[in-house]
Structure formats: C-alpha cells, structure tokens
C-alpha cells in the first residue's frame, strides 16, 4: 500500500494561517478524509471531516481537490495552544482495504 | 462531553504476562476501534468493530493478540504472552457509522504500555 505521507514539521507564528497537506494516492473510491490533532500523552481529536470539494467548521477548513489524491487542512489564525500532532486519516486500497493515519505533522506555533 | 475511558492509563509488567486492555466506548455508539502507537511505526489500525461484531482485525498480530467486545459497554484488548516490542501506546476509539472512514472518531487517552 502507498503510504499517506504528509511533511514531518511546521513552524508558525501567532496569527498566521497554516496548511497542511496530506498525500493519499491510493485512496479508496468512496471513503472520506478525515483529520486529527493530537496533545501529548492525549488521544487523537476530531478536527473535520470531508469527501470531496471544500468543507469548514468552527476550527478548520478542509480542501480536497478533484482527483482526492491529496487534501490541504487549513488552520486561520492559530494560537499557541495549537502547537499539536496533525494526521490525516484515509481508507486506502490497493490489494487489500486498509485504514491509514498519515505520519504525522508537527506544528509548532512561535508567539 | 461523553468521553471514551481507558483503563489501565499505564500498565508495566514482565514479558510472558498477559495484558489486558479495556475500553468503554460513548453510549450510543455502534463502532470501535484499537489503534496501537509507537514513535517507529506512529498510529496503526489493530482492529475494528462494528455493532460488538469484529470487522476487520488484520493488522492485530493473530498469535499473541485478541479483542472482543463482550457487550456495548465493553471492548477488551488482550496479549498473551507480552513480549518487549509490544510496548506502545494502545489507543481505543468509538464512533458512529457504517463505514470505516465515513465517521469522526472518539478516542480515548490511551494505556501506556511498557513490557520489561
């Protein structure tokens, strides 16, 4: 199965707009894409959710563009208490279904 | 907030010991999930349920490991024997869907797992 790769760090400062990207390749068909954000010593969050197009909530927007091959979480404005683990999460096929977490961004918010 | 809980939060023991990991997922919800993390492989999907029925369990190493979900109240992960490269950080989450991916995940804090 290809791997769900996305960039291992990012710096930001307070303010700024943030986007991460995940690379999927092999996403299955019908599954959505989904993102989480992990503290130390907590389980994964829920940070939003989508399929296809442009999908935003309270905290996030979500960018996925035609081919679903990759997906852009964007971040407006962050705050210090952002700096966290962020991962997607896709269903892949290729041989076989699986459910994959990406590697893992860590975002490091700077005031 | 409904919460998913983990017990134990840190379990330390010999290797040849049985372990055992429990979960109680959000009333209401008809899937679990046990997810194992560690700094070389990161999060990994070890098995997935949906309505107490295990679904999909083919990254749990069939040997030594074991989940079932004796009620809705209740899902057990379960090594014997422990070896040292289970160590990790063993994650549950609950959800509600029919699909795999098609529903946001509520994941607990997790069982520290250290086997000597």
């Known amino acids: 199965l290809a791997k769900t790769t996305q960039p291992i760090s990012m710096d930001s400062y307070e303010g700024q707009e943030v986007n991460i990207t995940c690379s999927h390749n092999n996403i299955a068909t019908n599954d959505y894409i989904t993102w989480y954000q992990q503290f130390p010593s907590q389980g994964p969050r829920f940070i939003i959710q989508?399929?296809?197009t442009k999908v935003t909530n309270e905290v996030a927007s979500l960018f996925i563009p035609a081919d679903r091959k990759s997906s852009t979480l964007s971040l407006p404005r962050v705050s210090l208490s952002d700096t966290a683990v962020y991962y997607c999460l896709v269903g892949e096929r290729d041989s076989s279904y699986k459910l994959i977490f990406g590697s893992g961004t860590r975002l490091l918010v700077r005031p | 907030d409904a919460r998913v809980t983990q017990t134990p939060r840190h379990k330390v023991t010999e290797m040849g010991q049985e372990v055992t990991m429990r979960c109680q997922p959000i009333?209401?919800?008809?899937?679990v999930f046990w997810y194992r993390q560690t700094m070389m492989q990161g999060l990994e999907l070890l098995a997935y349920f949906r309505n107490r029925a295990p679904l999909d369990d083919s990254g749990m190493p069939k040997d030594r490991f074991s989940a079932e979900m004796p009620d809705a109240t209740l899902a057990t992960l379960k090594i014997q024997p422990s070896e040292p490269r289970d160590s990790a950080v063993y994650f549950c989450?609950?959800?509600?869907?029919?699909?795999?991916?098609?529903?946001?995940?509520?994941f607990g804090d997790g069982t520290r797992l250290s086997i000597l």
């Open positions: 989450a609950s959800g509600l869907g029919t699909g795999m991916s098609n529903q946001p995940q509520h």
């Open positions: 009333l209401g919800h008809n899937t």
């Open positions: 989508g399929y296809k």
